[in-house]
């Protein structure tokens, strides 16, 4: 693949790298830009299926675990003080649900590890 020409990319209405003719005055202030700032190359480095993969799993997304949740008025809400106690309609004992990335992955049961809090996995959601 070629690379695309500079020549005409400070020229008003002229076509850019991209191919697209950029407005008069829609560069920045300064005057235009390092060419290799502007350059595209047309290819991106190859990486193995491997090192694609371990990459992939190696993004962390954020992992919640929803007690219970429920609507609430604005009133209600503005009411809320040190001692007040909100009633949710789940029962002691129902599965909670585990998000991860937004979406129900699992449910579990809370479990005490030392002096902390976990969730014992009893059932993946497909």
């Known amino acids: 693949m070629a690379e695309p020409s500079l020549e005409n990319a ?4 002229a076509p850019g790298p991209s191919g697209i003719a950029t407005p008069a005055g829609s560069g920045d202030a300064g005057g235009s830009a390092p060419a290799a700032a502007v350059q595209e190359t ?3 480095p190859k990486i193995s299926r491997k090192d694609y993969t371990r990459n992939l799993l190696a993004i962390e997304v954020p992992v919640l675990v929803t007690l219970a949740s429920q609507r609430k ?6 009411g809320l003080g040190p001692g007040s ?8 004992g129902e599965p909670l649900d585990i998000s991860a990335g937004g979406r129900i992955i699992a449910r579990g049961e809370v479990v005490k590890v030392g002096d902390k809090f ?6 993946l959601v497909k």
Not at 73 to 78: A, G, K, M, T
Not at 85 to 92: A, E, P
Request: aromatic share 8%; net charge positive.
């Open 10 to 13: 400070n020229q008003p209405d």
């Open 42 to 44: 047309g290819t991106s």
């Open 73 to 78: 008025n604005i009133r209600d809400i503005v």
């Open 85 to 92: 106690i909100v009633k949710f309609g789940k029962t002691y």
């Open 118 to 123: 976990g969730v014992r996995v009893s059932s």
